[in-house]
C-alpha cells in the first residue's frame, strides 16, 4: 500500500468484473488502497458484494456493486452507463470475471463449453466495448485482463479454459495495436495456481501433482496478482502495452 498522500490512483474510477471473492476482490483492495473509486459487478454472491463495498467505503473511496451478467452485453452496457453516472468519469478496466467446468473433452457437455467461453472470453469483451467509447473520446484509459497460464501452456481436462484464457490474450494484444493512438493501454495478466475458492474445487490429487511442478514450491496470493495489475495501472508501466506478465512460481518456464 502506498504512503497517504502518494496514492497513485487517486481520483480514477476502476470497474472490475468478478470482484466479489477471490483475485477480483484482492484486486478491487489493491486498486481501492491506492485512492481508486472501484465498481464490481457480482452475480448471486449478494452477500459477499455488500461485505466488499462497505469494506471499501471504509477506506476512504466510493465503491458501489452492481449485480451484473457479464455474459449479457446490454446489462454490461447497463453497468458502465451507471457507473459513469455515479462517479462522474471511468479511468480503468480490470476484466477478472471467470469460472472453470473442468472435464476431458469426450465427456465435456456443450453448455460446460458454452458457458465458460461465454463469462471468460466474451464476458472480457463485452466489459471492453462497452468502456472503449468513452476512452476513445477521452483519449485515455488502461484495460488490463486476467488471463491464465493455462491458456499460454495448456493444461489437460482444461480445454474449454484453456481455449478461453488463450483467446484473451489474442485479444488483448490485437486490442492494444487497435488503441495505442488513442493513449489506451490494453495488458493481461496470467496467474497460475492461486490460493482462491477455484483452486479449492479442484481434485486434491490433481493439486498435488501440479503443486510439484512449481519450482519456487508454493502456491500464490491473491494479492500477488493484485500488485502486478496495479504495477501495470501505474505510470511506472506507462511504455507498456500489449504484454503479458507470468505470475506461476515458475511453473510455465519449468
Keep these: 500500500m502506498t504512503a497517504c498522500g502518494n496514492k497513485i490512483l487517486k481520483g480514477k474510477t476502476a470497474i472490475i468484473s468478478g470482484a466479489s471473492r477471490g483475485i477480483g476482490r484482492e484486486i478491487a483492495r489493491e486498486l481501492a488502497s491506492e485512492g481508486a473509486d472501484i465498481s464490481f459487478n457480482f452475480l448471486k454472491s449478494a452477500g459477499e458484494a455488500q461485505k ?80 472503449i467509447m468513452t476512452f476513445l ?70 493439486k498435488k501433482k501440479i503443486f510439484e511442478k512449481i519450482p519456487l514450491g508454493r502456491l500464490g496470493k491473491a494479492g500477488e496478482v493484485a500488485k502486478a495489475v496495479r504495477f501495470l495501472l501505474s505510470e511506472e508501466a506507462a511504455y507498456i502495452t500489449g504484454q503479458t506478465i507470468v505470475i506461476d512460481g515458475g511453473l510455465t518456464m519449468a
Design 52 to 131: 466488499l463495498e462497505e469494506e471499501l467505503a471504509g477506506s476512504g473511496v466510493k465503491a458501489k456493486g452492481f449485480q451484473a451478467d457479464i455474459k449479457d452485453p446490454a446489462r454490461v452496457q447497463e453497468w458502465v452507463d451507471k457507473t459513469k453516472e455515479l462517479f462522474g468519469r471511468l479511468d480503468i478496466v480490470v476484466n477478472n470475471a471467470g469460472i472453470i467446468r473442468d472435464k476431458a473433452l469426450a465427456l465435456m457437455a456443450p453448455e460446460d463449453w458454452q458457458e465458460v467461453i461465454n463469462t471468460n472470453l466474451l464476458g472480457t469483451i463485452n466489459l471492453s466495448r462497452a468502456a
Design 137 to 206: 473520446k477521452q483519449r485515455s484509459g488502461d484495460i488490463v485482463n486476467i488471463s491464465s497460464v493455462t491458456g499460454i501452456s495448456g493444461m489437460p481436462r482444461q480445454t474449454n479454459y484453456a481455449a478461453s484464457k488463450a483467446g484473451i490474450l489474442g485479444f488483448t494484444r490485437s486490442l492494444a495495436q487497435e488503441v495505442a493512438g488513442y493513449h489506451i493501454r490494453v495488458n493481461a495478466v496470467a496467474p497460475g495456481f492461486i490460493e482462491t475458492e477455484m483452486l479449492g474445487a479442484m481434485n486434491e490429487a490433481y
